[in-house]
């Protein structure tokens, strides 16, 4: 009796995890909660789910894991609605879902240091008390994933991976999301960070030109333009100055004179720079004089804290990956890609790179435990398939990139629609300035700057991870909303 007890018990565990792991195709689980937000309670109902994405016949080739946050009886179709992305590409969207608009966030310091016990509490900045907020994971991240065909073959990875195949399956999607949830009425609003940025300005023209969608604003938090990063030209090394500036000065490696003042009294002076000296010098290449080259450097020494040798050792054209690693060297430290207030301790102080970025592995400490325990507690989404904080989406096809147009498109044509774009000065990868010369360029003519906002804070590219921050870059997002809602205007010029 006892070996047929274990024959049975042997062949049922077998069965039970030789199922093949999948994700529901369409599918959701809601729950219900409260929140205390700027000091007034809050009731809301939260949906994990999963929603289909279809080819021209009908047929689910994908499916996106979302959670959407809605408050309990409201008026949803005259309520704001946020759809939020991160960037990669290749991220899930946890980031800002748990450290930063959610109705939750991060057990972490107030600098946004891990600590333990990992997991999640009731955040009081919240901007669910303005609007709603769908959180999307694009397709390989978080629980997305491709569908199999009947005959068990994955669609064409072109459909997915590449600037405006995602743009065009996520306009759709997005499409079949509003028709379902009944918010065509609602003012809409798109976030996205990193490479959420050039995402949401694809969209903005996409929604409005082949979904007939029109949004009220567009908020591009760290945002990456690839018209600037893809390209060897001088404008992109140019633009990492104040950069280096900010980020010297915070770990007080700039000369005693500039150190004792203020960053935001240093910053003007170094972008002045930037744009009428450095710039220009990088242009020139080996048609620079002597003269001019040593000036350009020596002011460069003064305002990055790098040693002018250096600075000429590479002709004026400093990588940042050295200036991580050359910045703390005499003290043994790297300092952080995303975020220049974390640091790092490499093999070898030898080297023109640091060994790892120390401010993600910080990150992922605290976030990956944290999105797993809630999703399935708290949110009761429960699935064997793994949680991708970063999922393969490569070969990314980076040809054709229109999004900075495409917003500026968008902005032409809708006279509702703002941008607000939210930078931290501690950014090295997709640095405060080089967002403040997309948007400069974005609209030369300059008719359109009174929609454009641009915030600044002192952290990096998640700056919402430094508590102070995250009580002002939340404000802002609420009274950019305000400042968008149309009272009644019509939309012309």
Known sequence: MKNLFLLFFTLSTSLLFSQVKKIPVDTMVVTNHSIMINGQNLS????????????????????????????????????????????????????????????????????????????????????????????????????????EDKDGKFPDRKTFFGINADIKYLAEWMNTFVTRKNRWESPKYLIGESYGGPRVMGLSKELQNNQWMYLNGVILVSPADYKIYSTDQPIYSSLNLPYFTAAAWHQKALSPALQQQDLLEILPEVETFTINNLMPAIAKGGFISDAEKEQVAEKMSLYSGLDKEAILDHNLNVPTNFFWKELLRDKGYTIGRLDSRYLGIDKMRAGNSPDYNAELTSWLHSFTPAINYYLREELHFKTDIKYNMFGDVHPWDRENDHTREGLRRAMAENPYLKVLVQSGYYDGATTYFAAKYTVAQMDPSGKMKDRITFKAYRSGHMMYLRSEDLISATDDIRQFIKDSETKGKAAKY
């Open 44 to 147: 809301y109902e939260a949906t994990a789910g999963t929603q289909p994405v279809w080819n021209a016949k009908g047929e689910p080739i994908a499916t996106l894991f979302y959670t959407y946050y809605k408050k309990s009886n409201s008026e949803k179709e005259k309520r704001p609605i946020i759809f939020s992305f991160n960037g990669g590409p290749g991220s899930a969207s946890a980031w800002m879902h748990i450290a930063y608009t959610g109705p939750v966030i991060l057990n972490i310091d107030d600098e946004g240091y891990p600590v333990q016990p990992y997991g999640v509490k009731d955040n009081p900045h919240s901007i669910l008390d303005v609007a709603d907020i769908v959180f999307i994971d694009p397709v390989n991240t978080g629980y997305s994933r491709m569908v």
